[in-house]
């Protein structure tokens, strides 16, 4: 599907004697934009944006988050047992060399 929208100002928004009687208009041309079976997420974040703009909150506008997603990792027990051995003896091993060296270079 093709996609068509224009946005009309009418009016100088900038000057602030006139920025009460400007007007904006957003015109979308598809007949399936806000259908159930096609709605995505960006077509809300495209309304929710425009319908800002219009009533002229244009700090609001911006693209939404994401949905947060959990995954499983599927691992083996030897896999784990290695992780957990890797996260209680290497990482704090690591850290005590790199201290011990710093130590020993700060000392002579």
Do not use: C
């Given at each position: 599907?093709?996609?068509?929208?224009?946005s009309?100002?009418?009016?100088?928004?900038?000057?602030?004697?006139?920025?009460?009687?400007?007007?904006?208009?957003?015109?979308?041309?598809?007949?399936?934009?806000?259908?159930?079976?096609?709605?995505?997420?960006?077509?809300?974040?495209?309304?929710?944006?425009?319908?800002?703009?219009?009533i002229?909150?244009?700090?609001?506008?911006?693209?939404?988050p994401?949905?947060?997603?959990?995954?499983?990792?599927?691992?083996?027990?030897?896999?784990?047992?290695?992780?957990?051995?890797?996260?209680?003896?290497?990482?704090?091993?690591?850290?005590?060399?790199?201290?011990?060296?710093i130590?020993?270079?700060?000392?002579?």
């Open positions: 599907p093709h996609y068509l929208a224009a009309v100002s009418r009016g100088n928004e900038r000057n602030e004697q006139t920025a009460e009687s400007t007007s904006r208009m957003i015109i979308v041309a598809n007949k399936d934009f806000l259908r159930p079976r096609s709605r995505q997420k960006e077509h809300i974040d495209f309304l929710r944006n425009t319908s800002n703009w219009l002229g909150r244009e700090e609001l506008s911006g693209i939404g994401k949905p947060i997603r959990y995954y499983k990792l599927l691992l083996s027990s030897q896999k784990v047992s290695f992780v957990n051995k890797l996260n209680l003896f290497f990482v704090p091993g690591l850290f005590l060399l790199i201290s011990l060296s130590w020993n270079a700060r000392r002579s």
